[in-house]
C-alpha cells in the first residue's frame, strides 16, 4: 500500500511539474527544432493522419511532445532523487549497531 501511494505521489509530481516547466519554456520564444518537424510529418504520414500535417497543427502536436518530455524528465529527476534519498538515509556497514 506504502508503495503504491508513493507511485501514485510521484506520478502527480512528475505530470504537475512537468506541465509547470513545459508552460515556462513555451513562454519564451523559440523555433521548432527542424528534426522533430520531420519527425512528426513522419509519424503522420506512416499513421494515414496528413489532414493533421498543416503548420498550426505540426507546431500543437510539437508543444504536446514538448508537454510530455518535460513530464518525463520531471519524473526521471524524482526517481533520482528518490534513488538518492533512500541511499543517504540506508546506514553505511561501518555505522550499524551491534558490533
Known amino acids: 500500500m506504502k508503495l503504491i501511494a508513493r507511485i501514485l505521489c510521484y506520478l502527480a509530481i512528475a505530470v504537475v511539474?512537468?506541465?509547470?516547466l513545459a508552460v515556462w519554456i513555451a513562454a519564451h520564444p523559440f523555433d521548432?527544432?527542424?528534426?522533430?518537424?520531420?519527425?512528426?510529418?513522419?509519424?503522420?504520414?506512416?499513421?494515414?493522419?496528413?489532414?493533421?500535417?498543416?503548420?498550426?497543427?505540426?507546431?500543437a502536436l510539437g508543444i504536446m511532445c514538448l508537454i510530455a518530455a518535460c513530464m518525463v524528465g520531471v519524473g526521471l529527476l524524482c526517481w533520482l532523487l528518490d534513488i538518492t534519498v533512500r541511499r543517504l538515509r540506508r546506514p553505511h556497514p561501518w555505522q550499524r549497531s551491534g558490533r
Open 17 to 20: 511539474g512537468g506541465w509547470y
Open 32 to 59: 521548432m527544432p527542424d528534426f522533430l518537424y520531420h519527425a512528426i510529418l513522419f509519424v503522420l504520414q506512416i499513421t494515414h493522419n496528413e489532414q493533421l500535417s498543416g503548420d498550426e497543427d505540426v507546431e
